[in-house]
């Protein structure tokens, strides 16, 4: 597993933009083999539909499948591609060797600000949105258009659910999702897998 060949890293990019966001990251990871799939609803998949947060989880899992066997595979994932990568690990547990999340809303983004997160979608389609969105990450002038195009690109129906699961409290699937993704249960799986789906269940049962 010490080969290069070996390993395969999947970039998961955020939902406001595409695959395009991990350019610099790929050239600096030659020697691995670096894998940036379009999510569905976005990017060059931007026409297919997403019906929930669980069929991009399916069909990154389904890339990882078609992989040659023996392969360590490690998930990487921003905001949006984030929880997508932990979806993975809990509906397909043992599928990779282990999920790097950043900026993923794991246990929902109640109040006021999960308010303005929904509220986005009344805006979703309007250019001076995502320019403004382009200024508040301070994007490099030579990627805000890119950044735009890419935003514009994506149907308001196509994001309504998952930004909607996002925005509002978490469920006991993406509590899950968390528990499941971390490094030493992707590593041991079974026992510690069982011990923190009881934690995960009486953490349910105490806000409830």
Do not use: K
Request: proline letters at 6%.
């Amino acid at each position: 597993m010490s080969e290069p060949d070996a390993v395969t890293v999947v970039l998961l990019h955020g939902g406001n933009v595409a695959s395009w966001m991990w350019e610099p990251q790929v050239e600096h990871l030659a020697d691995l083999d670096v894998r940036t799939p379009a999510l569905p609803g976005v990017g060059s998949r931007a026409a297919e539909d997403v019906v929930s947060l669980d069929a991009p989880a399916d069909d990154v899992a389904a890339l990882v499948a078609a992989l040659p066997a023996g392969r360590a595979v490690h998930l990487v994932g921003l905001s949006y591609g984030g929880i997508v990568a932990l979806r993975v690990a809990a509906r397909h547990p043992g599928l990779v060797r282990s999920v790097l999340a950043s900026g993923a809303a794991v246990d929902g983004v109640p109040g006021l600000a999960g308010a303005v997160g929904r509220a986005q979608l009344s805006v979703w389609d309007r250019r001076w949105y995502w320019e403004a969105q382009a200024r508040a990450f301070r994007l490099p002038a030579d990627a805000r258009d890119l950044f735009v195009r890419s935003g514009l690109a994506i149907r308001r129906d196509t994001m309504a659910r998952p930004l909607r699961a996002v925005s509002g409290r978490a469920g006991p699937a993406a509590r899950g999702a968390a528990v499941h993704a971390r490094p030493h249960d992707l590593a041991d799986g079974g026992e510690q897998r069982r011990a923190d789906d009881a934690r995960g269940e009486e953490l349910e049962r105490r806000r409830r």
